[in-house]
């Protein structure tokens, strides 16, 4: 498995980083159960300090960390710039609240016996995440178990290296301690060989639903816990009473921020008949103001994907989706040439249940729209999915939306707005989508040992 930070717009090899070897791994698990004894005997407040060094670290050189995101991924750099900003965010929420959320809990409800839990570090997690967002995937699951306890080590992919190492860089800058993250340019078998170790304790990886049951099983055969955030076909509702603008402008950007490489992307609109044509002739005219282009100049407005092969696979999703049924209602599918891995943003539809396409991930510019009669009709084909990530529903009777959201099959929901992640609350799916929680006051207490302390 070849490392290479390719520059995704120009299609130029920027640097080949070299693979990690056996040995270097076994120093990497070495040190890494060397600090999961020392945090032990530490007060939680030397590493709070430390994981705030961190977050100033990113803030402090925002440009500088979000330029490799650009060059690595393609995302506009301001959206980079956007997403260290939130790096910080997600850091400095386990900075204020991480020590609170690891007191002991009191049990006193059997009668004449005191009892309290008491949250304790369990090993070593090993987190293997996606490119979309190369530092927030990162930040949601070291911070946590960093002040856990829980020392982590990352397995990227092989196309965002240069990020990998600038985090682990910035790690190092700050005295972040040895041992308590390290990244890996490592191949499957090699995570295959972590996930043995008996010092590793802890899987967690977000990724295709191919990945997941591949990486579950493997945890699952050596007993270690894992979270799964395996990717979705979120629903967008609008409903007959939706603020039609808003709805149009927010979902155009639910679906092509990212250059719509995102699991939590709007990817299927489902609207009302009373308001599809207007919803529809709004929406196209949100999509058309987009502009590809080098997303490092300001003036781009939609990225480019994030790959050739990313490219490729898309072009190939959408090509099968129209021979079997579906039908271009606004954009240009002539595919791109060139080196870079630019798309044309495109809105389809008719896409009936016997399409291949019909519950696949499309991850990249391209918005699936379906017109419905009523609330039965959205809710039986929002949660026709064997996904369920996140969503959104859109309606001026706020108390209806509500109920609409309740009845998804789905991790998460936002009404009146486009769906987005937030430090202090749990983020996850069900179904295909995965299980386990990261963020909040849950995401510090999947890799933890609940330990019951009973007469105390």
């Given amino acids: 498995m070849a490392y290479e930070a390719i520059n995704p717009f120009t ?3 920027i ?21 999961y004894h ?16 961190l977050a100033d670290e990113f803030r402090n050189n925002t440009d500088h960390y979000a330029k490799f995101m650009t060059t690595n991924m393609g995302k506009l750099f301001k959206e980079s710039q956007d997403e260290v900003k ?21 049990y006193n409800d059997v009668p004449g016996v005191k009892a309290h839990v008491k949250y304790q570090s369990i090993g070593t997690v090993l987190m293997i995440e996606p490119w979309n967002f190369p530092y927030t995937q990162i930040m949601r699951v070291f911070a946590p178990n960093f002040i856990t306890g829980n020392p982590v080590l990352l397995k990227d992919p092989s196309i965002i290296p240069e990020c990998a190492q600038a985090f682990e860089d910035a ?10 993250f390290k990244n890996l340019f490592i191949n499957y078998d090699q995570v295959d060989h972590i996930i043995e170790d008996p010092r590793v304790q802890g899987v967690a ?23 799964m955030e395996l990717g979705g076909t979120d629903a967008f509702i609008v409903l007959k009473d939706a603020d039609i603008d808003q709805a149009a402008t927010d979902g155009a950007a639910a679906r092509l921020n990212n250059a719509g490489q995102v ?22 005219k949100e999509f058309a103001k987009r502009k590809i282009g080098d997303p490092l100049n300001p003036e781009t407005t939609l990225a480019p994907l994030s790959s050739k092969s990313a490219q490729k696979k898309l072009q190939e999703q959408v090509d099968t989706a129209l021979d079997h049924g579906a039908k271009l209602l606004w954009g240009d599918n002539t595919p791109i040439d060139g080196p870079g891995a630019c798309f044309n943003p495109l809105i389809i539809s008719g896409l009936s249940e016997d399409n291949p396409m019909f519950d696949e991930e499309m991850f990249g510019p391209v918005a699936q729209v379906y017109k419905v009669n009523g609330d039965d009709a959205i809710l039986q084909l929002a949660n026709n999915s064997n996904h369920g990530l996140g969503g959104a529903v859109f309606g001026k009777d706020t108390k209806h939306a509500v109920e609409i959201a309740s009845k998804i099959e789905t991790g998460q929901v936002a009404i009146n707005q486009a769906l987005t992640s937030y430090a202090n609350l749990p983020f996850g799916g069900v179904k295909n989508s995965g299980y386990g929680r990261e963020l909040s006051d849950l995401g510090i207490r999947e890799f933890i040992n609940a330990k019951t302390i009973i007469g105390s």
């Fill in 11 to 13: 299609g130029k090899l």
């Fill in 15 to 35: 640097q080949t980083f070299k693979s990690t070897t056996d040995p270097e791994i076994e120093i990497a698990l070495k040190n890494a159960d060397e600090f």
């Fill in 38 to 53: 020392l945090a032990k005997t530490q007060e939680i407040e030397k590493r709070t300090k430390k994981l705030q060094e």
């Fill in 86 to 106: 939130k790096n910080v965010e997600f850091a400095e929420y386990y900075v204020k609240n991480g020590e609170k959320l690891l007191e002991d809990v009191p």
């Fill in 171 to 180: 790690t190092i800058k700050v005295g972040i301690p040895t041992g308590a």
């Fill in 205 to 227: 990886l977000t990724g295709s639903e191919k990945a997941g049951k591949i990486i579950a099983a493997k945890a699952g055969a050596y007993l270690k816990k894992s979270t």
């Fill in 263 to 284: 699991c939590t992307a709007a990817k299927r609109f489902i609207v009302h008949e009373d308001v599809y044509d207007e919803f529809l002739e709004k929406f196209k």
